[in-house]
Nanobody, 124 residues
């Protein structure tokens, strides 16, 4: 079992920045590929970014490339999402997730463990 706990969400004006954190606790949690997904009201959950357990591969959705940066601290089993130049369309609940997969990690169905989510709001 792996437990994931997100933090760092909040309300920020357009153009601002936020950093989300996700702490993973559990057996062999360092070997997981970890990802961020988001879900806006009335929309399906969508992929945002993912990072393999060695940090050797990073994946980003086109909508966030150049604005968001995913990273992880293997020592502390913590993953981060630095979000810059935020836009109103980034408003959503952001979820941390973990999987043993190392490919096709943009698909939510590949993930076995999920956090409870943290709200990010960027007013228009």
């Amino acid at each position: 079992q792996v437990q994931l706990v997100e933090s760092g969400g909040g309300l920020v004006q357009a153009g601002g920045s936020l950093r989300l954190s996700c702490v993973a606790r559990g057996r062999a949690s360092r070997r997981y590929t970890m990802g961020w997904f988001r879900q806006a009201p009335g929309k399906e959950r969508e992929f945002v970014a993912a990072i393999t357990w060695t940090s050797s591969r990073l994946y980003y959705a086109d909508s966030v490339k150049g604005r968001f940066t995913i990273s992880r601290d293997g020592t502390e089993n913590t993953m981060y999402l630095q979000m810059n130049s935020l836009k109103p369309e980034d408003t959503a609940v952001y979820y941390c997730a973990a999987t043993y997969e190392t490919s096709t990690v943009t698909e939510s169905r590949k993930y076995d463990y999920w956090g409870q989510g943290t709200q990010v709001t960027v007013p228009s």
